[in-house]
């Protein structure tokens, strides 16, 4: 069984920014294709990059130039550098990987969340 681990989160004015980290602790994330989603109550959950999943890294409208989405297969981690946040960036950000490549998709493996706020 896979876990995955999100951390990185918090509070930031806006224009900062944060880096949120993923990691499973005991399973190789290296093949799996993974991205992260965000989601704020009310509204459905937003792709927000992914990687290893298209031949390129995906970035929704809303991030393209202000976020990267990374990964260090030697630490077993997944990455999302978040610049110039905005407010409209606030919301529970959530990792996901599962095997395979292709995108968009239904991932079996997801993080518990971590909170992002841009004030």
């Known amino acids: 069984h896979v876990q995955l681990v999100e951390s990185g989160g918090g509070s930031v004015q806006a224009g900062g920014s944060l880096r949120l980290s993923c990691g499973a602790s005991?399973?190789?994330?290296?093949?799996?294709?993974m991205a992260w989603f965000r989601q704020v109550p009310g509204k459905e959950r937003e792709g927000v990059a992914s990687i290893s999943c298209l031949g390129t890294p995906y970035y929704a409208d809303s991030v393209k130039g202000r976020f990267t989405i990374s990964r260090d297969n030697a630490k077993n981690t997944l990455y999302l550098q978040m610049n110039s946040l905005k407010p409209e960036d606030t919301a529970v950000y959530y990792c996901?990987?599962?095997?395979?490549?292709?995108?968009?998709?239904?991932?079996?493996?997801w993080g518990q969340g971590t909170q992002v706020t841009v004030s």
């Open positions: 005991e399973y190789a994330l290296s093949r799996f294709c």
């Open positions: 996901a990987g599962d095997r395979g490549a292709s995108w968009p998709r239904r991932f079996g493996y």
